[in-house]
């Protein structure tokens, strides 16, 4: 750890002597991409390597939520899906979208990282909106999760992990309809375009979904647009993406349960534009992008003048990416410049300058050996430069089994709430530093035609943790950079499919289980946050035929947090696909189990929906 401590401080001097380089390669790859011709790169996983990688010959523990998945599970939004993904602790305020906090391997809710087509979208006030993304279920065409480390590949707040949500473009001829109902007045209703028409490729959406609430003051009302524009180029593509959302809802004992009355009001808009530039030994894509966040919440519903918050945030980002083919690997190289900005009545009116370097290389030094290792250089105004290195080693034997490892370091910037938040009992405090974090990894995956096997085990070592803490009783909490804490984990996935048996064949069975340890030390001051991963999570699918061509999916969910509570949850649907259409009817809880994902907020007992999907393909 010395020795790289002294490697870290000499790539530190060296970083604005190395940004050079970085423009000089890009001008370099401008050039040289003009010169040949245009190729296509198999399916890859982006998540997991900024170097184009096969799913299967990645050596990261990644899920992949595929299309067809999104489709066949019948949930309303992107964050009811995360409910069913292994290792992820998503946790409801309210259903159907109106707001979850989300973290991987233990995590808190701030160190998860979301993107949106690989563009940074985490909200720099606090992690409880980095969900509120403007999109629904039917405009993303899979959802790439990767656990454990991330900043060696996108820098800022990828302690626990990665998620990211690729989004469909207008690849067929396509008008699509879909409509739910169900219990609590829930209503959803959506229509979809999708139309290329010569050089250029169009998607278009949009989206309605209310209900009247399962309890006082759990009512909602969400609206989403979103398009998607992708041109041809001479030697490339360049598209563009258009995102609007605006979400009204009832926030009974969301921030506080002396309140049940308690509203909130939130806007998203979301730009990105680039271009991609392709051929047989360099790929190059710039892009611009800006997210907006508008949030309005009162206290009391009743009485909106007595006590009411607004901020207003806005992310601007431009970064680029470029990857060389050789004889000796794959490299990429990149960077970004952005610029974060808050204006608020209760936190102030603030802004940071940020940007970084990243470098990746891949190489195959001997036949189903593969080494990847890179590092992020990474600066920000409030705390100038740091770097943050990662390898990774993968190994292929007895043709379809892979053993990987993988060691990194992570870090997180502390949210404008914890900088700047004031009230009598909580104080926030400008002098936090990042949180930081290395982890390693061991894991196996096997790859077969009807079975899918991950195996891995990992321990994550943090410090400089940002707690909400005070000396004693008399004294208001603050938050500060005192906290260690060390999580170890099992992860263990199964996938079986197509199982052909006389009585009762399966079209999938899938068995996901993961373990985590954690250890949290805090020396002299009383800690605010406790405890409250899950330490046991285990989620089981099941799908198979029924008659007429009907078929049945059971999930059922158990969930056990490190304090002992603990719950059992199963949903069932039933669902039936035609030529153009699919019909589903989906119970959720159907036992009715009582439970709360976030202590004081009760989450909904059983909820009926019924739904349609129509396609309309034109020929």
Known sequence: MEKLSILIMLINRRVMKVSSFFIAFILFSLAYAQQFPIYELEPV?????????????VARNVIVITRGEIESTHVQSVQDLLEYASGVDLRQRGPHGVQADVSIRGCTYEQTLILIDGIKVNDPQTGHHNLDIPLQLE?????????????????PNALGGVINVITRTGDKKRIGLNGVTGDYGLFNAGFQLSYPFKITKHYFSISWRKSKGYIHNTDFNICNGYYHLTTKLGSGKANISIGYMDKEFGANSFYSNLFADQWEHIKTKFILTGINIRNSHITFSPRVYWKNHEDNFILD???????KNHHEKDI???????????????SAFGGELGKDRIKSNNLGNHSRNRGGFFFEHRFDPFKNLSLTFGTNAYYYSDWGWNVWPGVDLGFQ????????????RSFRVPTYTELYYDSPANKGNPDLKPEEAWTCELGLKLRERQLRLDFAIFRREGSNLIDWARPDANTYWEARNITRMNTSGLELNFCFNHIKHRCFPFKQVK????????????KNFESGYVLDYLKHQLILDIEY???????????LRYEERVDGKKYYLCDIQIDRIFKNMELFVKVTNIFNTCYTEIRGIPMPGRWATIGIKYNLMPK
Not at 45 to 57: E, I
Not at 143 to 151: A, C
């Open 45 to 57: 996983v982006v998540t997991a390597s900024r170097v184009p990688s096969t799913f299967s010959s």
């Open 139 to 155: 405009d993303v065409e899979r959802i790439e999760i990767l656990k454990g480390h991330g900043s060696r590949l996108y820098g």
């Open 397 to 408: 034997f007895l043709g379809s089994l892979r053993f990987y490892s993988s060691v990194g």
């Open 301 to 307: 519903r009743k009485d909106p003048n007595w006590y």
């Open 511 to 522: 068995i996901d289980y993961t373990f985590l340890k954690s250890d949290k030390e805090i």
């Open 545 to 555: 035929p029924v008659i007429f061509q009907f078929r049945q999916n059971w999930k």
């Open 316 to 330: 601007y980002g431009f970064e680029f990416q470029s990857v060389l083919s050789s004889h000796l690997g794959v």
